[in-house]
T-cell receptor
Framework: DGGITQSPKYLFRKEGQNVTLSCEQNLNHDAMYWYRQDPGQGLRLIYYSQIVNDFQKGDIAEGYSVSREKKESFPLTVTSAQKNPTAFYLCASSPTGILGDGYTFGSGTRLTVV | RKEVEQDPGPFNVPEGATVAFNCTYS??????FFWYRQDCRKEPKLLMSVYSSGNEDGRFTAQLNRASQYISLLIRDSKLSDSATYLC?????????FGSGTRLSIRP
């Protein structure tokens, strides 16, 4: 079955540590996205990529980094520069040119700073 | 003013009732609109797109009012399984904005 796989489901990070969240899709979608969701707030876009080897900053990119070396993979690194990283992180993909529609989300990663 | 605003709820209604909630958007150039459903601690899933002429999918009806800049979602004959948070999504100028969601709770 096609879909998006995010791992790990739960992640604990110590202060000052970088961590990487994995996102893999086998839907053959060109576009991939990373969102952050905090309680009582909508999803906020961190980074997105429309094609391999290219990505753009979203609304809250500071303290995060991404890469898109393969169509199937779009890992997100939460760096120590991100001051408040505890949140629910969602990866999504969509066919190119379809915005909002056709989004498939992964099941998310809950990141907690300890 | 937020670009997309939703009443956070919760809306607490009995099973079988009809419930409706709105989502307002600030940019009149907004192009496309969607409703997503998100269950507790799960990922959002597309519920339906919202077309200018309105659209219906079973018990769910979505409407767009461009003049007043809002979209609505109506759920008829509500089921316990409809309990979730409903996210409004608006697209303009290649930008997607998610509302913070309206929480719906259906009681037996």
């Amino acid at each position: 079955d096609g879909g998006i796989t995010q791992s790990p489901k739960y992640l604990f990070r110590k202060e000052g540590q970088n961590v990487t969240l994995s996102c893999e899709q086998n839907l053959n979608h060109d576009a991939m996205y990373w969102y952050r969701q905090d309680p009582g707030q909508g999803l906020r876009l961190i980074y997105y990529s429309q094609i391999v080897n290219d990505f753009q900053k979203g609304d809250i990119a500071e303290g995060y980094s991404v890469s898109r070396e393969k169509k199937e993979s779009f890992p997100l690194t939460v760096t120590s520069a991100q001051k408040n990283p505890t949140a629910f992180y969602l990866c999504a993909s969509s066919p190119t040119g379809i915005l909002g529609d056709g989004y498939t989300f992964g099941s998310g990663t809950r990141l907690t700073v300890v | 003013r937020k670009e997309v605003e939703q009443d956070p709820g919760p809306f607490n209604v009995p099973e079988g009732a009809t419930v409706a909630f709105n989502c307002t958007y600030s940019n009149s150039a907004s192009q496309s609109f969607f409703w997503y459903r998100q269950d507790c601690r799960k990922e959002p899933k597309l519920l339906m797109s919202v077309y200018s002429s309105g659209n219906e999918d079973g018990r769910f009806t979505a409407q767009l009012n461009r003049a007043s800049q809002y979209i609505s979602l109506l759920i008829r004959d509500s089921k316990l399984s409809d309990s979730a948070t409903y996210l409004c999504v608006v697209n303009f100028a290649s930008k997607i904005i998610f509302g913070s969601g309206t929480r719906l709770s259906i009681r037996p």
